[in-house]
Each structure stands twice: as structure tokens, then as C-alpha cells.
């Protein structure tokens, strides 16, 4: 039997393989890294790189692809943002002849656990979600590594809707779930509603280990502890977190020290349908921050105020003395000009201090991380002289949070070379003994020098040179033509064309005396780097709580600038459960500015809390619904709003269908998921809440759209009794405003002139005289002759009373009282009627309506 012999390199492969199995192995040679077996398939189908083979392993040649140290970065982020886990091996010591390069796993780079700015979006925040089902309950934790912060909810087991909110909210860039049945038979669902590619597994069980325990017990304080273990779900979900983290960043663990343990109606709840269609942190055409609420409202000055505010957009505040505060402030720093821009320009030049602190507490920051923090420092003692001056409450509070580092950015500032081109870490005078190593290791190589002069004399060689490579040290070189010059004490070290290069004993000597003179200073000097690191990370804990502050500020200073660039006004909030605007406008289509934008009233209260509302295509109907929604979820945040004035009532929930897309994806029709929303609506909207409908029952046919637009009008006027806008083509849903009370009827004005239609884009009481459909196909660009034949068409659909038969139906309905279920017979009869429109009864045979009759009789009996 042949036995195939495994070479030392790929038994150490194998053994760190068995180590990380469930991730992609980039192992060090030399100056590449290189991927094998399966791994190098996958990587050589994803990053588009030769696949190729090197020896052999139980007779098969191995599959090999590699990737050059120098682009290391670039393939790495391209496998990380494709979802893989990616397991960086290095080689940790320098190659010796005939001995195996000790190497080992420095990294593992999960989606959800990156550090490295290269890896990370400078705008969004990267999440983790830890997911564990326990009996009647799902455990459910968001983490973010760089700011340590964990953010711990228990939902109800089977409420997907709750659920797939919380994800939106978060869009994590990894999920991991447990390793057991109940986890794995999820794998499905996540995948299904797409806000996450990367799905991976911790291996745990329900009940939490002693050593997860005593991590929990040691990071948190005891009565977020306690609160824990009084939920079997969120122990679950943090021991599957601690597992996951221990097995691929075990030293990140102790920097998690804040736990938040909140539930998803402590702020306004926004759903993923209503995240989408009201684009508030991403757009519907490319998925980017374009032309979102997001974009129309960042105003900050760093990365991590942008962050601040696009969580504050996804999650906006419920209680309103929260909100008064972050109002307060705002309305202080748009008032102090001066004082706003001079905040601005101290935290322009601060850069990211989230992630710096955050590389800081990992032991991962570089130079450049250090200086950064520094200038940030440097400008925290005028930043909170200039919020001393302001008399509001988070003024002061946010004051508190900001720490006295005064000490700390000198010592920074004395010891770290802000000169990145040099290569000299600390710099000259902060350290005696580095500074004696330094000139010793200069003297040497004055040393080198003397002794090249003295070499050129002794053998009368004008040209010689002492030269270095990292390859072969130090050596003289000659030229071919002087050879027969070259001393009998010079030793042939390497020939080359032309060249001949020689080593002699007191070169060899002096070489050795530089290198230990080089080692002793990168030694010293990495204990003297060591020793500013510790002193940096003794204060992450306030180091944290300062630019956590510093983000918080800069994101209110940015709502205070864009409210006083575009002349937005303070809110009002009450508890009489009425929702009045004043010239309320859209503030991203304003800030596009294509042309001056139409300002638009809105009164919902007591005696109106439904609007239908009608008008042209192209009229403004969806725009002026997704303003009432974004101004109601821009005052929850703590910012002002496009209006003369504004007095809110505060949301609970904000519910939107606006616009359709097929699913093909999921296989799902565009009705099927009108549907599906309107049915979340139903469900959970409450009398707070505001519901936007636009067009409910158009993806059907007519009368079915029609019956269900209508039902979905009653039951959340009557039944609900949430504020709500509903938009519909079904004009004689209009007639409804005259028979229910607290339902009125309001249309987008339009008017008919030479050159066509004009749109006004303004609100006013009453039904729109017609939808304008062809009137806007024509300005469509569609052909001449199918705008004549549409409008023969039309006339002709209009001696059939085809809408006043539309306006009959309604007004023949019964009204639906609280207690009545609507007339079960309503529907078929529709039905039968549409049925009956179809039919062409001249070219029907006596069988053919024989069988219709009997057809139609049946769908009485249903």
C-alpha cells in the first residue's frame, strides 16, 4: 500500500485548518498568501484569480490560488463583503533554512466583527445580530464591536413582523444563529428577507456557560445582569453571542461593557415596508443614501455624527421630554451662529473618534489613530466652554460626558511622530535612552562609511562600494575590470554581470554591531510606544463616553444648521391627539430644488382623522403623503421641520403603502405584497398611529380592488381609528367622506389649459374632477394615435356610466357600523357583475349560456 507522505508545510495547513474550519484560510508564504483545496476554488470563482496546483495530497494534486501580500487589503474586503469568514494566518517569525516558519491565525474577519477602516463603511455602522429561540420567546441582540455597544430585546416566538422591524432598524451585516434544529430551520427565513447574506452558526446551547456567566457578571452592572436572568431567550441570545465572539475575536470580549436592554416600542416603530417607501436612510432606485431623508438631513461634520444621525432616522423617540431636550438644543446652537459654525469647525478636523477609540481599546490602532485622537482632544476643552454657555439641560448633560484629557493629548502629542514619512515612531527627546541607541546606530553607520574610504585607499579601487540588501547584508562590491585588485582577505560572497560583491572580517564585525545596535533601538522604542498605548487604553472607558458625546452633539449641530439653511421651524408636540401642519413641504424634494416646491396644509384630529384623497397622476399625491410622514418622524428625532408650523401629536407607529415592485425574487406579486402590507397594517396600527395608503386595491381587478379598498377604509376608520391618509384612483371611495364621520375628502388641484394639463400640486377639499390619465400619457410621450383611440375610447366608456356605475355601487352599500360585519353578499355580486361585463352575448350559444347561468348561481351560493 502507498503511503503519501504530507510535507511539514501542509501538516502546519491542515492543523490551523482543523482550528478554523468554517472559515476561508489565508496562509502566509512568504510574500503571498495562499488558499487551498475548497477554499481555493470558492476564492478563485469569487475574486476572478488563477486557480493552480502545487504537489500532492493523497495522490490528487493541490488546488492553490494566492494573492500577493502588497493587495492583500484589496481581496480581503471583496471576500468579507461577499459574506465569507476569513481567517488571516501570518507567519510569525522570519524564514530560516530548513525549519518550518512558525505561523498562526491573527485575525478572523467576520461581516458583522470588522475593525479596519478599509473594511468599513465611514457612514454606517456595522451590527452583528446574535439570534436564539427559547420556547415562546426569541432572544435577540445587536452588537457593534467598535463602539462596544450591545443592544438586547426579547421578542414574541412567531412575530416575524416585529422581528424583520428590528432588522431593518439595525441591518446587520452578519446573523448568527444557533446550531441547533429550532436555529437552522430560520436559515431559510433570514435568507428570504434579504437585509443579510452572511448567516453563520454558534455552537452553544441554551443554557449559558459558567465562563459566559462570569464574563456577563464581571462587564455589566448587576441590575442589567439581573433584568437578564430573568429572561430565558436573552441569556441564550448573550451566551450564543459570547461563544461566537470567543471562537473569532476572544479579545475583543472585555471591551463590551454597555448593555441596553430595550423594547421595540420604546421608540417609534418604522417597518421595513415603511424604512423603504418613504426612503429614509436608503433610496428605492440603487439602494444608496442619494436623495433619502438621510441625505437631505446630514449635515454633520464627521463620520460619526452622520452614523448618529442615521440612527436616530430609523429610530426615532417616543417620550417627550427627550425629544424637548434634543429640541432645546437645537433650537440654541441655530440660534448662535457664531457659536454653531465655530463647534463645526473644532469637529471638522477631529475625524472619527468612535473607531478610532474603538481600534484603540482592541490594541489595534496605528500611528495615525493616535494623532487623530489628539487633534479631537485638543478641541474638547473648547467644544464644552461653548456648550457652558448654553442653558439647556443635554447641554450640560453632554458636558458631563466629555472627560479632562489634558495630560493625556500632551503626553500623545510629545511622543508620537506626526511626521507619517518618517520612520522614526517616537519622536527625537521624548525618551534619553532611545535617543543614545539612535546616535549609536547613526556613529555605525559613519562607521560604514570611514571604512569604505578606508578600503578604497588600501586597494587603490576608486569605484568600490559598501553596499546592503535584506538579502545577503553587507558586501563590498567591485567591478569585473578590478578583480586582480581585490585583496587576499576579501571572501567571494556572490557574482554578478559585471560585478563581483565580497565580505572580509571587519566588515562582518561591523555588521554585526550595526544590526544589534538597529534591534536594540526598534526594541527600545517599542517599549517606549508600549508604554504611551497603556496610558491611552487606561482611559478608554471616558475616552468612550467622550466621542460617544462629541458624535451626539455634532449630529444636533447639523439638524441646527440644515433647519436654519432651509428656514425650518420648531415643532410643537401634544397629547390631543391632532396632527396640524402649515405649509408643510417634502424636505428632499425641496432640497433638489428642480422648482419651487408647493407648501401643502395638513389637519388631522378628533373631527378629521381620515383623509381620502384624490387627483391626477402625477399630481403630488404620494409626494405630499410621504411629507406628513417624514415631518412626523423628523420632530420624534428632535428636529426642526419644513413648515411654517407644525403641532404633533407623538406616533407610535408610522405605517406606509406606498408604490409597488415585484418580488420575483421570493416569487411574490406585486398585489400579493400590497397585500401582505395592508395586512400588517391592519394588525398593528393603533389609534396613535399614522397610516399612509397609497392606491390599495389597483394591483386587482376592478371591483375586487375596489371592495377591498373600501373594507380597508372601514375597518381602519371604524375599528382602528388611526390618523390616516388614504390615496386612491377609486374616486367614488370619495362618496364615503359624505356618510362616515371623521372621514373627509380632500384632491391634488389641477387645472386644464391650451397646452394640457397643469398641475398645482395643492391640497383642497373635495373630490378631483378625474385622474387626467390620458392627459398624462400624453405628456408621456405616447404616440398620437393611441392618445386618440384612448381618448374615443374614454368617451365611449363614458356613455356607459362606467364611473358613475362606480359612484352607484358605493352609495348602494350598506354603512358598516362597529358591531356589523359588512354584507357577505356584496362581494360576489361584484364579481357577478364583472363576470357579466365580460361576456359577449351575441356570440354566446344556448349550451355556452345554459352554463354560464349555472356558473353564476354558484358564485351566489359561495
Known amino acids: 500500500m502507498t503511503k503519501h507522505k504530507v510535507t511539514p508545510l501542509m501538516q502546519q495547513y491542515f492543523q490551523i485548518k482543523k482550528e478554523h474550519p468554517d472559515t476561508m484560510l ?9 488558499l487551498f483545496f475548497d477554499d481555493a476554488r470558492t476564492a478563485t470563482a469569487y475574486l476572478g484569480i488563477a486557480l493552480t496546483k502545487r504537489g500532492k495530497h493523497l495522490g490528487e494534486p493541490v488546488p492553490l490560488c494566492g494573492v500577493p501580500s502588497h493587495a492583500l487589503d484589496y481581496y480581503l474586503v471583496k471576500l468579507v463583503k461577499g459574506g465569507f469568514r476569513v481567517a488571516l494566518c501570518q507567519q510569525l517569525e522570519a524564514a530560516q533554512a530548513g525549519k518550518v516558519v512558525k505561523r498562526g491565525v491573527t485575525q478572523v474577519f467576520t461581516p458583522g466583527t470588522l475593525t479596519d477602516s478599509q473594511l468599513l463603511d465611514d457612514k454606517s455602522a ?172 446630514d449635515h454633520a461634520m464627521t463620520a460619526m455624527g452622520s452614523r448618529m444621525i442615521k440612527k436616530w432616522l430609523v429610530r426615532p423617540l417616543v417620550k417627550p421630554k427627550a425629544i424637548e431636550q434634543r429640541l ?89 511622530n506626526d511626521d507619517s514619512a518618517h520612520e522614526w515612531l517616537i519622536k527625537k527627546g521624548f525618551d534619553q535612552q532611545l535617543d543614545q541607541l539612535r546616535e549609536l546606530a547613526h556613529q555605525s553607520n559613519e562607521k560604514i562609511l570611514e571604512l569604505e574610504r578606508s578600503e578604497q585607499e588600501k586597494t587603490g579601487i576608486g569605484s568600490l562600494k559598501i553596499r546592503h540588501n535584506n538579502a545577503h547584508g553587507y558586501y563590498v562590491e567591485i567591478t569585473k575590470t578590478h578583480m586582480k585588485s581585490a585583496p587576499d582577505y576579501y571572501v567571494r560572497k556572490q557574482t554578478l554581470v559585471g560585478r563581483e560583491r565580497y565580505m572580509f572580517d571587519k566588515l562582518a564585525n561591523l555588521e554585526v554591531a550595526i544590526s544589534q545596535a538597529k534591534r536594540r533601538v526598534n526594541e ?146 406585486t398585489f400579493l405584497i400590497e397585500m401582505e402590507e395592508t395586512a400588517t397594517i391592519c394588525h398593528q396600527a393603533t389609534k396613535k398611529s399614522l397610516v399612509i395608503l397609497d392606491e390599495v386595491g389597483r394591483g386587482t381587478s376592478t371591483f375586487d380592488g375596489l371592495a377591498i379598498a373600501q373594507a380597508v377604509v ?50 383642497a377639499p373635495g373630490a378631483a374632477d378625474g385622474s387626467f390619465g390620458i392627459e398624462v400619457a400624453k405628456l408621456a410621450g405616447l404616440p398620437g394615435t393611441v392618445i386618440e383611440r384612448a381618448q374615443s375610447l374614454e368617451a365611449e366608456l363614458s356613455r356607459d356610466n362606467n364611473e358613475g356605475g362606480q359612484m352607484a355601487i358605493i352609495q348602494a352599500l350598506p354603512v358598516q357600523k362597529k358591531s356589523v360585519q359588512p354584507d357577505s353578499k356584496i362581494v360576489p355580486a361584484m364579481r357577478i357583475a364583472e363576470r357579466l361585463r365580460a361576456v359577449d352575448v351575441d356570440s354566446l350559444s344556448a349550451r355556452q349560456a345554459l352554463s354560464l347561468v349555472w356558473e353564476l348561481c354558484e358564485k351566489l351560493q359561495d
Open 126 to 297: 456595522s451590527y452583528l445580530l446574535t439570534f436564539f429561540p427559547v420556547n415562546n420567546a426569541w432572544g435577540v441582540i445587536f452588537s457593534e464591536l467598535m463602539t462596544a455597544q450591545l443592544y438586547a430585546t426579547v421578542i414574541e416566538a412567531g412575530d416575524f413582523r416585529t422581528l424583520e422591524s428590528e432588522i431593518a432598524r439595525f441591518n446587520p451585516d452578519e446573523i448568527v444563529l444557533p446550531n441547533i434544529k429550532e436555529g437552522r430551520a430560520l436559515d431559510g427565513y433570514f435568507k428570504k428577507i434579504g437585509y443579510c447574506t452572511a448567516i453563520n452558526h454558534s455552537v452553544c446551547d441554551a443554557v449559558m456557560s459558567d465562563a459566559a456567566s462570569v464574563w456577563m457578571e464581571k462587564q455589566f452592572k448587576k441590575e442589567l445582569v439581573s433584568t437578564v436572568r430573568q429572561s430565558d431567550a436573552m441569556m441564550a441570545a448573550l451566551h450564543s453571542f459570547y461563544a461566537y465572539m470567543d471562537n473569532t475575536q476572544a479579545s475583543s470580549l472585555g471591551q463590551f461593557t454597555a448593555l441596553q436592554i430595550y423594547r421595540p416600542d420604546d421608540f417609534l416603530m418604522l417597518d421595513g415596508a415603511t424604512q423603504r417607501n418613504l426612503e429614509l436612510v436608503k433610496n428605492c432606485v440603487d439602494g444608496g443614501r442619494g436623495q433619502t431623508l438621510l441625505w437631505a438631513m
Open 524 to 669: 527600545v522604542e517599542a517599549q517606549v510606544y508600549e508604554r504611551i498605548q497603556k496610558a491611552v487604553f487606561e482611559e478608554v472607558v471616558d475616552l468612550r463616553s467622550s466621542v460617544h458625546a462629541l458624535a451626539y452633539l455634532d449630529a444636533l449641530v447639523g439638524f441646527a444648521r440644515v433647519a436654519a439653511d432651509n428656514g425650518y421651524v420648531r415643532p410643537v408636540l401634544n397629547d390631543k391627539q391632532s396632527v396640524t401642519i402649515t405649509a408643510g413641504r417634502h424636505p428632499v424634494v425641496e432640497r433638489m430644488g428642480q422648482a419651487p416646491f408647493v407648501p401643502n396644509d395638513t389637519n388631522l384630529d378628533a373631527k378629521e382623522t381620515m383623509w381620502i384623497i384624490t387627483g391626477p397622476n402625477m399630481g403630488g399625491k404620494s409626494t405630499y403623503l410621504r411629507q406628513v410622514a417624514l415631518i412626523s418622524i423628523m420632530a420624534q428625532c428632535g428636529s426642526f421641520v419644513p413648515a411654517s408650523s407644525a403641532n404633533l401629536a407623538l406616533i407610535d407607529r408610522i405605517f406606509t403603502r406606498i408604490g409597488a415592485g415585484d418580488n420575483l425574487a421570493q416569487g411574490k406579486s
Open 26 to 34: 489565508l496562509f502566509q508564504v512568504g510574500d503571498f498568501y495562499e
Open 328 to 416: 432645546d438644543l437645537v433650537q440654541f446652537l441655530m440660534n448662535e451662529v457664531t457659536l454653531r459654525q465655530r463647534v463645526q469647525e473644532l469637529l471638522k478636523d477631529g475625524g472619527d473618534g468612535e473607531r478610532v477609540v474603538g481600534r484603540i481599546a482592541l490594541q489595534r490602532a496605528k500611528r495615525n489613530d493616535y494623532l487623530m485622537l489628539v487633534n479631537l482632544l485638543g478641541a474638547l476643552p473648547a467644544i464644552k466652554q461653548f456648550l457652558n454657555a448654553c442653558p439647556t439641560p443635554l447641554a450640560k448633560l453632554l458636558v458631563a460626558k466629555m472627560g479632562e484629557f489634558g495630560p493625556l493629548v500632551k503626553l500623545i502629542a510629545s511622543a508620537i
Open 714 to 763: 372601514e375597518y381602519l376608520h371604524e375599528k382602528v381609528g388611526a390618523f390616516c391618509l388614504f390615496a386612491t384612483h377609486y374616486h367614488g371611495l370619495a362618496e364615503l367622506a359624505n356618510t362616515r364621520q371623521g372621514m373627509a375628502c380632500y384632491h391634488l388641484t389641477s387645472k386644464r389649459t391650451d397646452q394640457g394639463i397643469l398641475f398645482l400640486h395643492k391640497i
